[in-house]
């Protein structure tokens, strides 16, 4: 088991989610790929979208439903700064996480966080469990309280 797989079980273990780990067969580098290998509405697809705030140069997590874009200019407001490309390399570092397969938890230093609140319109969600081809399906409350997101308005 990766490391990165290792640590979004222990994330899920300390917030007393119950939920398995799916290996998916297909691939889940996309929300469309996601939604196909679950077999679930694109919506219901936890996007996990990372910017770099190019004040404090740390990373900000965006959890959006499958189907939604980010406003960047929206996401800048919620951040309260300006807002860049994240790169892989930031990525990485901050979250442990390859771009593709970055979950909502268990990164390796805290991220602060903000949610998209289609999410919450659906009894499960799928999101990534560290690696392009892992996911899981847990409660969107539950997902968000250990993700310690916050809510708001950053979609097209």
């Excluded at 580098?29 to 996007?47: F, P, S, W």
């Excluded at 390859?98 to 999410?119: E, K, N």
């Excluded at 996911?135 to 997101?149: G, M, Q, Y």
Aim: glycine share 10%.
């Amino acid at each position: 088991m990766s490391k990165s797989l290792k640590r979004v079980r222990a994330a899920l273990e300390a917030a007393e989610m119950n939920v398995d780990i799916l290996e998916m067969t297909e691939g889940t580098r996309t929300a469309a790929d996601a939604a196909k290998a679950a077999g679930c509405h694109l919506d219901q697809i936890v996007k996990s979208i990372i910017f770099k705030g190019e004040a404090s140069g740390a990373a900000v997590l965006f959890l959006t439903a499958g189907g939604n874009q980010v406003d960047s200019e929206k996401a800048a407001k919620l951040a309260g700064e300006p807002l860049g490309k994240a790169d892989a390399g930031l990525i990485r570092a901050q979250t442990g996480f390859a771009i593709g397969g970055v979950a909502p938890i268990g990164h390796l230093s805290p991220i602060r966080a903000f949610y998209d609140a289609r999410l919450m319109a659906f009894e499960t969600v799928w999101a990534a469990a560290g690696t392009p081809r892992h996911v899981f399906e847990a409660p969107p409350h539950a997902l968000i309280t250990a993700s310690d997101a916050c809510p708001g308005d950053f979609t097209v």
